[in-house]
């Protein structure tokens, strides 16, 4: 492998913070591993924060990507706040478009500290709304 995922519970979701080399075998096996960690720990809110190095993937590896981790996870995920740190262009606003269009309940951040306040905001006005995954949110 040539990624390391480091996870941390936090009280209320995961952090996922992947570091290693940018690829399409990369990106699917790190998101595979944080799904197997929720499944395991019973946490079904994560924040990716994403630190991976080199070339950005092109849109056909994105919506590939997006497409058969969004079929893997549905139905499991209640958040999934997404950082890619070295993001470029709108390629993560494309992924999020093709994710939340096969039901996943995601958002695309450009800080980690936005990440956080969205799930944290979103256990608070969730339970108030009735609203498990705090999906009814206004985009920030």
């Known amino acids: 492998m040539s990624y ?22 990369n990106v699917a096996r790190y998101l595979e591993e944080i799904l197997r960690e929720c499944i395991t720990r019973g946490c079904f809110r994560v924040l990716v924060e994403e630190r991976l190095e080199g070339p950005r993937l092109g849109t056909m590896d994105v919506f590939q990507i997006a497409s058969e981790g969004s079929n893997r996870s549905r139905g499991r995920m209640q958040a999934i706040a997404y950082v890619d740190v070295n993001a470029e262009g709108d390629l993560m606003r494309f992924a999020e478009t093709v994710a939340v269009n096969r ?37 920030r």
């Open 4 to 25: 390391k995922l480091t996870i941390t519970e936090r009280p209320t979701y995961l952090h996922a913070i992947v570091t290693g080399s940018n690829n399409e075998e």
């Open 103 to 139: 039901g996943m309940p995601i958002r695309v951040f450009s800080s980690v500290s936005d990440a956080e306040k969205w799930l944290q905001d979103g256990d608070r006005e969730a339970t108030q709304q009735g609203d498990p995954a705090g999906w009814n949110e206004p985009r």
